[in-house]
Every structure is written in structure tokens, then in C-alpha cells.
């Protein structure tokens, strides 16, 4: 299967992209390609102009900010944030969630922004970024809007963007406590996925606040408020009881598919196991730190 | 230590042609003024096709042509065993996927882009997609009538039942199962179904025809050429000696490529255009050509108070898909192997295949061989549990032995089954650190390889004392050209680098059944064998006449014939016998089911035996299965080429471990789900086990050269059971119904609690 005809242009400005894309709705951005060119060939996805943004300089800059803020250009390869020591220093469970995406051909070409935009549900990216209170940078002839990762997903294979927006960057305050990511696949995508960030105070065991959320079974991640109160302000020691007290209730909020992936009573119960196992392992990283 | 030119002239030259990127496959062909066709397939599962218009596409630049069913409706019908399939549907289409319509063009991009313009205008049927709703009282008959080839390219033909969606029942009785189960001690039935699997061989159907006047060329990844060969002289009216069928080197088949499949439609795309057309599909097109059939079996077994097996019954039923294919001698086959290696005194086995308006099914690594060792083996460990006796006590007391007949119509058996239940046991994997003696599972299978023996070699000793091999079996990766060439060089007493097998070419190659039922190392290389010693007895007539010399004196050597006081190069012997500096000898080797006084011609010419042990680990809160330890054992006579033996049987073990844990095409009332590569799973190297025991037996005591037998599809067969056996004696759980899928047994878990 072939994709049908269209045409390349490859600028080396965000403004050249964002003007060659326009608003005519007939032209993509376009990068590693792991899933637009799979959807072209399978003809569900047709453009008449692919605008490759690979000869752009700067959207491959991973950096840790004076604000304290970690910033990824959107289009470094699942590669390379894994292999990236900012990544690896201050959050080693995003470095290894990009180790083990897809396959090594996605890894190697695949971008965290396409994979974002593709607005795929069974993604492992999104449910981390969301517990790590990223925001996305979206660039377009008008100007720069910020849209944090809970709200970028619209839908399943939907997003908030324009279709002549760039998501130039992803921005994410460095995380001050353990950040854990479980995920349970059989088959090429993850079935359900869960990702925890506590803060912390640098000198203290007890949790500030955490974020949780549960990805892959609806269309976009979904918070584990329950789980989020009872952690605000709890110690370490006091986690597993403190999740267990409110579990039952906070799974029972969740949104859940029956799809190809599992019942929806099944993939609710392995969310609850992916919690207790990120939390367990939450607990012995911050005491470990501590 | 050996220098690296040395070692690297044993290794098979297939492989450093593909290491090199050198290899060429059919998409690597490109045969002057060649088109290209693309497939348009039905949508619908089933319906009339009220019109098809091809008139837009027609209009677009660089479209010759398009093949419709009206083009083709007077070639009528063809088949391997029923006669039932058009080459395109004409009237009415039976599964999504079916073609419709052949876009051929100047490219394939013009030709996919046009296919999207074809207009076709379907009235939908009432369907059966499975095999319950083509049983059910007043199904739609998915076939009106059967014609039946009898002999045509199994022995035999199919049974089918008439104004029914049953297109093949086969029985076999002995004894008397009533009056056995009337006295035994326990009786114990059990049901399971097994799904359709995609072969998913890496490199999907593709085909090039060339219709030359009343010649045709095809280039083919076909497994049988000579049955491509066949079907298309019946179809189009043309002498077998016009039909010429080269088969390059090809991307895996797995019996997905065996009898004939797209062949006849990318033959009556050529025979419109007249010109060649190159049909090159996707492995999603492929995913919808053909698949394994899918299965729902019965089974029971009648014990004494000893645990002594005195009757067993198996009813199976196998979903054949919209065309038969060889769907009747996978149900056949099935029956067959549903017995196992066992002393079974009373037996009654039933298996039908069934119509049903889904893929077609087709022959797959050991016909109906995992369908019914699914059942077999599970069913073997309920029956143990029921009389509580161990399951590795209860097989054994029933095996037969060496010698022993399973049913009387079959060959005895030639090894022993406990053999390799032994060597399984006693795998030194199984003795490392971390291993649980309590969850493992074993299985074994005793299956009958349809290997046909009819074939033909020819084997040409060269001047320089080269020699070449000609046969029409493939080369798909199994390494059959490279093991041809070990038995020439063998038989010769020549090098191996001295032998060059030839690539499949009808024009060239003399008959052959084809490459599958592992018999290629038993029946064409008793051929080659046999080829090799004519063109031998050649050379020697030669010396013993030019030298005048007793025949009885003279061996060969390497490069040529010792005389026992000289040696003699092979210039020398032609130089001398024909005055000139040229020549060659052609030696001929054929075997039919006549050849050596007939021994050749009882079912089956060897057994191919497997026996597996699993070890399991399950993450009960999610029901993943994990096999960190699997022993793997077959008796393969004598091995030839010890990498590729191992290589074959590691792979069959891989795709049970496919079939055991992940592998399903899946219908929604006929709509493929998951026809798409990304959508359906087979392991990766990580969901294998990362400790795995291949166990060659050796007895030397096979009918193919040096006592060589078949293998290559014994080990895929007790994968499924091992593991499922392991989880019933470990976690107290009866998977009835593959693949084990984590979902499956977490909830096979919850209920146990």
C-alpha cells in the first residue's frame, strides 16, 4: 500500500512551516512519520502537502531552564530523550518510558510531538506528561498559546491543535519528587497505563502533592483525584494505606473502553495494580533520595 | 583453528546472499514491460455484485486496463481439491477481501490511486461466519453445488454434504467405542475451540505472469510450482510444457504459499493486457488471501481402573472460510492427529470443514496438527486429574511403543515416544538455579506428514568435477537448497562448495509434488541421492570401459575416481572417453510410491514426533503468562545440517508460542478486526523463552539419505498445551480456548477463587 500523490517541502523557520502548512487544511507537519506515513499508506489519512520540519534548528533542544523548568523540543525522537542526561538526572522515569515505546524503528524516528498530535489513546507519552503538569507550546500565524497536556487531547486521534499550529515545545516544571510509570500491554500499544508524580520538600518524607493519572482507557488520560487528596500532605510511610482507602472509589470514577484491549472491569483492575506497584516503587526511590 | 575461507565454505550460500543484501525476491524482479496490478476487494462479507464500474478509473493516465469477473466467467472455476473458486468473483462475493477487480497500470501508485475509483455496487446476503451459524438450520449455503477432483493433488478427494456448508467429513472407525466406554472405569469428555491464525510470513503473496500467445511464465513465491503449473493449464487450456513457473528465493510461506492463491488472478491480468503483470500485496492483503483454519473439537477417552486408555472420540469441526483450498485434508489431517502417540484399542474420530463467509483457510505448518494437539493434550491432563494420576505417568503407560501401531491403517510407529519425553524431563534447562518443578507442563505429538512420494532430481557432474543439483523445491528459508546440495556432494564424495543447487524453475527442474508436509529431505533428497549415484555409474562406465578396468574397482574421490592404484581427475576421464576436452554427465533419480519394493508407499513415510515441556511463571494480578524455560525435543533420524535443524524447530516453537499466547485474526460477524500488522501480535524474541533446549534425536533410522526424516513442523504442535497443562496443574486453571491471553486467565483465576 502506497500513499497517493502529494508533495514535500522542507523550510528552516517555524514561521516558513507554519506558513507553508496555512490554513487551507490540504498541508501536515511532518517528522519521524512512525504514524502519519502508516496512516497515508493506509490511506485514512490524505494530504496534499507534507511540510517536513526536520531542517528546522531548535526543535530538538532538550534543556533544563533558569525557572527551573525542563523544556523538550517537540520533535526529539523517543531516542533521544532517553538517552538525554537531563532527562536521565531529573526524570529517569520519562528516559525509560521512551526506552520502550513502540519498537526500535519508532524510537529511533518517532517524535514525542507527533506522537502527542496523533492524539493516539493507547500512548504511553501522554499519561506521563499529564502527571508531570506539562504544557504544550503551540505556535501559528497568530501567535504562541500554552494548552496543559490534560487538555490537549480532544478526543481519541484528536487534539486542541490547529492544523496550522506547530507544537514547537513541551515544558514541565522539574519534578521535585519520585515520578513512576507502569503500563500493561499485550500487542503493539499499551492497554492501560498509569503515571504518578509526588513533590516534595527536599528534606522531608511527606508528600506535598501528587498527580496521578490513568491513560490509554478513554480517549485521553484521566485524573485519580481520590487518590491525589488522600496522597496531599501524607507521609511516606502512610502511602499504601492512604491509596487503599480510597482505590476502589477512585478507579470506579474512571472513564473505561471495552475495546479490543480488555473489558472495561479487567483494565479498571490493572490500573489499580499499575498504582500500587508505581506507588510502592515511589516509596522506595523518595526514601532512598531522602 | 580452522581458517575463516574454510568454515565459511559449509555455510549454506543462501545465507551469505541474503546476509549481503544480494538475494533477490520477486519484488526484486523486474521483467521487461511489466505492469503492475492492484487488488480491489469486497468490503462486504457477503452479496451480490449488482454492477462493478471501472469507468473512472479507466479514464485516469497510465491505466491500461482493469480485470473484472465477466472478463474471466467463461474460464470457469478452479480448485485443488473442489472445484470451487473463480479466478475474481463475478456474480457474488463470500468473505471481506474477496477480489473484485485488478487496476492494472503503468505503476503501482497509478494503480492503487485508480483502484480507489472502481465503483462496485453490492446487495448483501444473509451471512455465516462461523462455524455455528453454517451448521444452523437454514443457513445461507455459502456454495450451491460441489465439484469434486478426486486425486488431483492429495490421494483422494472430499466428501461433501450436499444442499449443506459441509464441504468435507472424514470418519475412521475401530473397534468398538460403545461397548468400550460401557465397561470402562472413568469417561472423560472435554470441548475446545482454536481461532483462525494469519501465517503472517514476512514476505507477503506476490506474483509476476507473463501470457506470451499459448505460453505462460510465472515468477511466484510458490511452495508447490508444479500444482501453480497445473491449475493454470487446466484453467486457461495450455499444454503444461508452455507453463513455466521460476520461484526465487522466498520470505517465509508456512503453507500459506502451498497449492495455488493468487496466481490464477495475476495470470488473467497478464492474459488481458498481454503483457506481464506484477500483483505485489501487502501483508495485509495477504492476512485477507489466507489463514488457519479455526477449530471447535470434542473429545473423550474411556479408562480402565489402571488408567489404561480403552477408547477415545473426537468430533472435530474446522472453519474452512469462503473456499476450500486444502481445507478437506486439514480436517482430514486433524483427525489423524488427534490421536497422539497412545495404544488405543477403540477409536472413532469425525472431522468436518465447514463453509463460512470468512478468509479462506488453507494449509498452515502440520495441517490441523495444533488444532487437534490443543485438544489431545489438554484433554490428556483432564483425564490424568480425573483418575488422579500424574500426567506424565498416565502418557506414558499409554504410549505406544517403537513398532506399534496407533491405528491400523497407518505406518507403525518408528521411535519412541518415551524417548523424548525422557530427553524433555531431563533437560539440563530444567536443572538451573530458579527453576519450579511444580508448573510445568508437558505435551507431545505423533503427526503424519502427507509426503507424497513423488519426486525427481537431476544431478550433472562437470568436467572440473562441479556438479549441479536440479529439484522444484523451494528455498524459503528452510535451507532445502543448501541440504540437496550436502546430499549430492555426500553421495559424490565431492566438496560442498563443488555443488550448486539451481533455482526453481519448472523449464528446468523435473516434476516435484512440492515443498511442504516435511518431505523435501526424505523424498527429494532420496532423489538426489539416487541422481547422484547414476550420474556416478556414468563416470564409472566411462573408466571401466576407456580403462578397462572392473566397475567394482573404482570409487569416487574428490575430483575425480580412484582406480585403487591411481587416482583419475575427472578431465582426464572425460578427455579420454569423449576425445575432447568437454562434456558432463546427467544423472536422473525418481521416486514414486514403487521405489525401493514399495517401502515408500504406506502413510506416512515417518512420523514427526515432538514432545515439549514448559515451565510458567503468572503475574496473577494481571494473568500474564511468562515461560522462562522450554525443552524441545523431535526425532529427526539423522540431522544434515545442524543450524538449520535447530533453526526449524526453534522457529515452529516460535509460532506456538504465537499461537499459545497471542495469535487470533479476529471476525466481527465476518468483518476482519485485526487484519493489519499493528493490529495483530506475534512474539517478539522477548516473549519467547530466553532458555530454550532444541533436542535432536538421532537413530539414523529414516527413510531419507543416511536415515534422514522430515521435521520443521513438529515442535509448533505441544507449545499450547505444555503451557496450558502447566497453568491446570500450577494455578488449577483449564484454558479451553487459545490464544491464553492475560485477560483470559485473570479471569479464569477470578473465577477460581
Redesign the interface.
Known amino acids: 500500500m502506497l500513499t497517493s500523490p502529494f508533495t514535500f517541502e522542507k523550510p528552516t523557520t517555524i514561521a516558513d512551516a507554519i506558513e507553508a502548512v496555512g490554513d487551507s487544511g490540504e498541508s501536515m507537519f511532518y517528522s519521524g512519520g512512525t504514524e502519519l506515513l502508516l496512516a497515508m499508506k493506509m490511506r485514512v489519512i490524505h494530504t496534499e502537502r507534507l511540510v517536513d520540519i526536520k531542517g528546522i534548528p531548535g526543535l530538538d533542544r532538550i534543556v533544563l531552564t533558569d525557572a527551573n523548568e525542563i523544556e523538550i523540543g517537540s520533535r526529539c525522537t523517543h531516542k533521544r530523550i532517553a538517552a538525554d542526561p537531563v532527562i536521565r538526572e531529573h526524570a529517569p522515569a520519562l528516559s525509560t518510558l521512551c526506552d520502550n515505546v513502540a519498537n526500535v524503528r519508532v524510537r529511533s524516528v518517532g517524535t514525542i510531538g507527533g506522537n502527542l498530535c496523533f492524539g493516539e489513546p493507547h500512548a504511553d507519552p501522554p499519561t506521563m506528561l499529564a502527571a508531570l503538569n506539562a504544557r504544550l507550546v503551540l505556535q501559528g500565524q497568530t501567535g504562541v498559546r500554552f494548552v496543559h497536556a490534560d487538555e490537549f487531547i480532544r478526543s481519541e486521534l484528536e487534539t486542541v491543535r490547529e492544523p496550522d499550529e506547530l507544537l514547537t515545545m513541551i515544558v514541565f516544571p522539574r519534578p521535585t519528587g519520585p515520578v513512576t510509570y507502569r503500563r500493561f500491554k499485550h500487542g503493539e500499544r499499551p492497554s492501560v497505563n498509569v503515571a504518578m508524580a509526588w513533590s516534595m520538600e527536599a528534606t522531608s518524607s511527606t508528600i506535598k502533592t501528587a498527580r496521578v493519572r490513568v491513560g490509554a482507557l478513554g480517549s485521553r488520560p484521566q485524573p485519580l483525584k481520590a487518590v491525589e487528596d488522600a496522597l496531599k500532605g501524607r507521609s511516606i510511610a502512610d502511602v499504601r494505606p492512604a491509596i487503599e482507602a480510597v482505590l476502589a472509589e477512585a478507579l470506579d470514577e474512571l472513564d473505561i473502553n471495552d475495546d479490543r484491549h480488555g473489558g472495561a472491569d479487567y483494565k479498571r483492575h490493572l490500573a489499580g495494580v499499575l498504582l500500587l506497584r508505581n506507588a510502592e516503587e515511589a516509596m522506595t526511590r523518595g526514601k532512598r533520595s531522602r | 583453528m580452522s581458517n575463516p575461507t574454510d568454515s565459511m565454505s559449509s555455510v549454506r550460500p543462501d545465507l551469505i546472499e541474503k546476509v549481503t543484501g544480494r538475494a533477490e525476491y520477486i519484488t526484486d524482479l523486474v521483467v521487461p514491460g511489466m505492469l503492475h496490478g492492484f487488488v480491489v476487494r469486497s468490503p462486504v462479507v457477503h452479496a451480490r455484485i449488482v454492477s462493478i464500474d471501472t469507468t473512472a478509473a479507466r479514464l485516469i493516465e497510465g491505466v491500461v486496463d482493469v480485470l473484472v469477473g465477466a472478463d474471466v466467467a467463461s474460464f470457469g472455476r478452479w480448485g485443488v481439491v473442489l472445484k470451487d473458486r473463480p479466478i475474481i468473483a463475478i456474480d457474488r462475493v463470500r468473505y471481506v477481501g474477496e477480489p473484485v477487480a485488478v487496476v492494472i497500470a503503468e505503476t503501482?501508485?497509478i494503480a492503487?490511486?485508480a483502484a480507489?475509483l472502481v465503483d462496485v455496487e453490492y446487495e448483501e446476503l444473509p451471512r455465516a461466519t462461523t462455524i455455528r451459524e453454517a451448521l444452523a438450520d437454514g443457513a445461507p449455503l455459502i456454495h450451491e453445488r460441489h465439484e469434486n477432483l478426486e486425486d488431483f493433488y492429495f490421494k483422494g478427494g472430499a466428501r461433501p454434504t450436499q444442499n449443506s456448508n459441509v464441504f468435507h467429513t472424514y470418519r475412521s472407525s475401530v473397534g468398538d467405542v460403545d461397548a468400550a466406554e460401557a465397561i470402562a472405569a472413568h469417561v472423560h469428555e472435554d470441548s475446545f475451540t482454536f481461532p483462525a491464525i494469519s501465517h503472517f510470513a514476512m514476505e507477503p503473496h506476490t506474483v509476476i505472469a507473463d501470457f506470451q500467445g499459448d505460453a505462460l511464465t510465472i515468477w511466484a513465491g510458490a511452495q508447490t510450482p508444479t500444482a501453480v503449473q497445473k491449475v493454470l493449464s487446466r484453467l486457461f487450456g495450455l499444454q503444461l510444457a508452455k507453463i513455466r513457473v521460476v520461484v526465487p528465493f522466498v520470505g517465509g510461506g508456512f503453507g500459506g504459499k502451498a497449492s495455488v492463491k493468487i496466481e490464477p488472478l495475476v495470470a488473467a491480468a497478464s492474459w488481458k493486457v498481454r503483457r506481464p503483470v506484477r500483483v505485489a500485496q501487502?501483508i495485509?492483503d495477504s492476512m485477507l488471501t489466507c489463514r488457519r483454519l479455526g477449530a471447535e473439537i470434542t473429545i473423550r477417552t474411556a479408562v480402565d481402573a489402571k488408567g489404561r486408555i480403552l477408547a477415545k472420540t473426537a468430533k472435530l469441526l474446522l472453519d474452512g472460510g469462503a473456499y476450500s483450498d486444502t481445507g478437506s485434508a486439514v480436517a482430514t489431517k486433524s483427525a489423524n492427529r488427534i490421536m497422539g502417540p497412545y495404544v488405543m484399542p477403540n477409536l472413532r474420530l469425525e472431522a468436518s470443514a465447514v463453509y463460512t463467509n470468512t478468509v479462506p483457510g488453507a494449509a498452515f505448518r502440520s495441517i490441523g496438527g495444533p488444532q487437534a494437539v490443543w485438544a489431545k493434550e489438554s484433554h490428556m491432563d483432564n483425564v490424568a486429574a480425573a483418575i488422579g494420576m500424574d500426567p506424565v505417568e498416565f502418557r506414558l503407560i499409554n504410549m505406544a511403543g517403537r513398532g506399534e501401531r496407533t491405528r491400523p491403517d497407518l505406518r507403525p510407529l518408528d521411535m519412541d515416544m518415551s524417548e523424548l519425553v525422557g530427553r524433555v524431563t531431563q533437560s539440563p534447562v530444567f536443572e538451573t538455579q530458579g527453576s519450579n518443578r511444580r508448573a510445568r507442563g508437558l505435551a507431545v505429538a505423533a503427526t503424519d506428514p502427507a509426503n507424497t512420494p513423488i519426486a525427481n532430481a537431476i544431478v550433472r557432474l562437470k568436467i572440473d568435477g562441479s556438479v549441479s543439483v536440479s529439484v522444484s523445491s523451494i528455498e524459503v528459508g528452510q535451507g532445502a537448497h543448501a541440504t540437496m546440495a550436502r546430499v549430492a556432494a555426500q553421495t559424490l564424495q565431492q566438496r560442498f562448495s563443488a555443488v550448486t543447487t539451481l533455482r526453481t524453475d519448472t523449464d528446468i527442474a523435473p516434476y516435484d509434488w512440492g515443498t511442504g508436509a516435511s518431505r523435501s529431505t526424505v523424498v527429494v533428497g532420496l532423489s538426489v541421492e539416487s541422481a547422484a549415484l547414476d550420474a556416478a555409474d556414468q563416470i564409472f562406465d566411462m573408466v571401466a570401459d576407456v580403462w578397462e578396468l572392473p566397475k567394482d574397482s573404482l570409487t569416487l574421490v574428490e575430483g575425480g575416481v580412484s582406480t585403487g592404484s591411481e587416482v583419475l581427475t575427472f578431465h582426464q576421464i572425460f578427455h579420454r572417453a569423449l576425445g575432447v576436452d568437454s562434456g558432463e554427465v546427467v544423472g536422473r533419480g525418481g521416486i514414486t510410491p514403487r521405489s525401493k519394493k514399495g517401502a515408500l508407499a504406506e502413510s506416512p513415510l515417518f512420523w514427526e514426533t515432538s514432545a515439549g515441556l514448559a515451565e510458567i511463571v503468572v503475574d496473577e494480578?494481571?494473568g500474564?503468562i511468562h515461560v522462562p524455560r522450554y525443552a524441545s525435543a523431535a526425532d529427526v533420524g539423522r540431522v544434515i545440517n545442524r543450524v538449520a535443524a535447530e533453526g526449524q524447530d526453534e522457529g515452529a516453537a516460535a509460532m506456538g508460542f504465537g499461537h499459545a499466547l497471542?495469535e487470533e485474526l479476529?471476525f466481527d460477524d465476518g468483518q476482519p478486526?485485526?487484519a493489519?500488522p499493528?493490529?495483530y501480535?506475534i512474539p517478539r524474541i522477548t516473549d519467547v523463552p530466553p532458555v530454550f533446549d532444541t533436542i535432536l534425536v538421532e537413530n539414523g533410522d529414516g527413510p531419507g539419505p543416511g536415515g534422514a526424516k522430515g521435521m520443521g513442523e513438529g515442535a509448533i504442535l505441544p507449545v499450547a498445551p505444555a503451557i496450558a497443562n502447566a497453568l491446570f496443574s500450577t494455578y488449577g486453571i483449564r484454558i479451553t480456548d487459545l490464544p491464553m491471553?492475560?485477560?483470559k486467565v485473570?479471569?479464569a483465576l477470578q473465577k477460581r477463587k
Open positions: 503501482v501508485e492503487e490511486n480507489e501487502s495485509s494480578d494481571t500474564q497471542f479476529e478486526v485485526n493489519t499493528i493490529d501480535t491471553t492475560p485477560e485473570w479471569r
